[in-house]
């Protein structure tokens, strides 16, 4: 039957539009008799015409219904009304995580948190034996005070005709006549799953991982144009871990790695490990100060304290080799010559002593006194000497500068 606003179903009276999928059209609702909102899911057409689907289903939804879990969206009931057959579940308010992730990546610590609640929704179910088997963003729910829930528990299975024997039957290929669903349901699926195996609580672990990735980067973990190309990704491609936040904790690309082992023997087997992997890591710092690998150390900065250091003893030691005196090597004689006009104030011409001359400490300075033509006795002093060696081997030095004063 059509379902428009204000149709009837026994006592739920439809009050909007929720969405659509490949597992049946999904409305909110006004419960009459609890005097609640609710909200209902219809059932295909194909689904409800065969007896033994609606038995099937009838036992799994008596499993799901035994869940009580605060992250995981309740099943009230399942009814049939004018000919229609439909479940009655909880309704949950907020955004879905798809939506959210359109936005953009989620921060680190937002997403783990997530994370997090999904484990617990996921770990809570698998201890009773229920596999979610279609667990993807769009079947998360974010509430305005933040609590996440985990919808369409078990749908799956329950939509089944058999056990998968090829891709056809996989679970989440059901809608195949609703564009856009297998492709988003699609790229989180389990290897197994693409190939038409068996899923268990493993291939949860898997869709579990595209999820956690999705959340950090934006982007689903495996990309196509076509079904073909996205279920041929999720058998043969990796996830690109270079678009994880830079300098992210090593352990978060480590556990996403573990959760997307193709080889299902190599994944993590129990979502409880997970979780507790998880609240490890946001235990320590989730952004990690490390060096870069493209910006090597300079091999030299080292020993640059132990040059500069030898430069400066090098430096000491020229200076010092250059204001010592010259050598006392033999006694060294010369003849210096007073200015002219002028006298040695003692009247001779030799023995600067006398005179009250000599060399400076350093060697390179030659003074001594001597009279001018007004008898005034000055201090003379020449610098700037040369030095040499007399073929006798004596030392010699001439002043070239004279300095009066």
């Known amino acids: 039957m059509g379902i428009t606003i204000g149709t009837q179903l026994g006592s739920h009276e439809i009050t909007g539009v929720l969405g659509r999928g490949g597992m049946g059209e999904v409305y909110r609702a006004r419960d009459t008799k609890l005097k609640r909102d609710v909200a209902i899911k219809v059932l ?23 869940l009580n879990h605060p992250n995981i969206a309740a099943i009230y009931d399942l009814e049939e009304a004018n000919d229609t057959r439909f479940l009655v579940l909880e309704l949950v308010e907020g955004e879905t995580l798809a939506e959210r992730i359109e936005r953009g990546p989620l921060p680190v610590e937002e997403a783990l948190n997530i994370g997090k609640s999904i484990c617990e929704a996921l770990e809570a179910a698998h201890e009773k034996g229920i596999v979610h088997r279609d667990l993807k963003p769009a079947n998360v729910k974010l509430t305005a005070d933040g609590k996440v829930k985990v919808l369409d528990f078990g749908l799956a299975k329950a939509f089944e005709t058999e056990p998968a024997r090829n891709l056809l039957n996989s679970p989440t290929l059901v809608s195949g006549s609703i564009p856009g669903v297998i492709l988003g349901t699609a790229a989180y699926m389990s290897p197994e799953q693409a190939r038409g195996r068996p899923a268990d609580q493993r291939s949860d672990v898997f869709a579990f991982g595209s999820v956690l990735y999705e959340m950090l980067t934006g982007r689903q973990a495996f990309l196509g144009e076509d079904v073909s190309e996205v279920l041929a990704s999720v058998l043969k491609s990796e996830p690109d871990l270079t678009l994880l936040p830079r300098n992210l904790n090593p352990g978060i690309p480590k556990l996403l790695r573990r959760c997307l082992e193709k080889n299902v023997q190599r994944r993590w087997y129990a979502v409880g490990d997970i979780r507790i992997e998880i609240e490890a890591i946001l235990g320590e710092p989730l952004v990690v100060e490390v060096q870069r690998a493209d910006r090597p150390r300079a091999l030299w900065k080292p020993f640059v304290p132990i040059v500069v250091g030898a430069v400066l003893v090098a430096a000491l030691v020229f200076v010092n080799t250059r204001s010592a005196a010259p050598p006392d090597s033999a006694a060294v004689r010369f003849t210096v010559l007073p200015p002219e006009k002028t006298v040695f104030e003692a009247g001779t011409d030799s023995a600067l002593s006398s005179n009250g001359g000599g060399l400076s400490p350093n060697g390179r300075k030659l003074a001594f006194t001597a009279k001018d033509e007004s008898g005034k006795i000055l201090l003379w002093v020449r610098s700037g000497y040369s030095c040499g060696t007399a073929s006798s081997g004596n030392r010699w030095c001439l002043p070239p500068i004279l300095v009066t004063g």
């Open 44 to 66: 295909p057409d194909e689904f409800s015409r065969d007896p033994d689907r609606v038995n099937r289903f009838q036992r799994e939804a008596e499993m799901l219904a035994s």
